[in-house]
């Protein structure tokens, strides 16, 4: 059964997507991993539906931004 809607992340470095494989802690860990600050979108819709993305947000009626995260810097050794 598909979801009705799926999360989708975006910083200036990458973009990624919950799906059959990632769920919503896994889509964080990896953007967390990535080390940039990311906003998060839930949007309506299947993972793998097709839209447009401008300006790192997906432009999809209903969609709605999250929130941003930033990511503490890390202490220099």
Same mark, same amino acid.
């Given at each position: 059964? !598909?979801?009705n809607h799926?999360?989708?992340?975006?910083?200036?470095?990458?973009?990624?997507?919950?799906?059959?494989?990632?769920?919503? /802690?896994?889509?964080?860990? $990896?953007?967390?991993?990535?080390?940039?600050t990311y906003? $998060?979108?839930?949007? /309506?819709? /299947?993972?793998?539906?097709?839209?447009?993305? &401008?300006?790192?947000?997906?432009?999809?009626?209903?969609?709605?931004? $999250?929130?941003?995260?930033? $990511? /503490? !810097? &890390? !202490?220099?050794?």
């Amino acid at each position: 059964m !598909k979801e009705n809607h799926h999360f989708y992340a975006s910083s200036c470095a990458m973009w990624a997507t919950t799906n059959e494989e990632r769920d919503l /802690p896994a889509l964080l860990e $990896l953007m967390e991993a990535d080390g940039y600050t990311y906003n $998060l979108y839930m949007v /309506p819709g /299947p993972h793998d539906a097709e839209y447009a993305i &401008k300006m790192y947000c997906p432009q999809v009626e209903g969609a709605e931004w $999250l929130g941003t995260f930033t $990511l /503490p !810097k &890390k !202490k220099a050794r």
